[in-house]
């Protein structure tokens, strides 16, 4: 099971459910920053990474 989940959190603070699933965290980083680089949803604030056996957030990267 994949461990990192990629979420992405709109401009009235809710965090949607996980869109992508990936095993390592640096994958994970990688697709984050990306998904925020080149994310075209108006309403997309944030991409954020979480830790599936933990709950909580990695990092977060502010869409552009």
């Known amino acids: 099971m994949a461990r990192y989940a990629l979420r992405m959190e709109t401009a009235d603070g ?3 459910d996980a869109y ?3 095993g390592r965290k ?3 980083l990688t ?5 925020a680089k080149e994310c075209v949803c108006p ?3 944030r991409i954020w990474v979480d830790d599936t056996k933990t709950d909580l ?3 977060s990267f ?3």
């Open 57 to 59: 957030g990695v990092a």
């Open 62 to 64: 502010e869409v552009k």
């Open 43 to 45: 309403d997309v604030v």
């Open 31 to 35: 697709a984050a920053r990306r998904a």
């Open 26 to 28: 640096d994958w994970a």
């Open 14 to 16: 809710t965090i949607e």
């Open 20 to 22: 992508h699933h990936v």
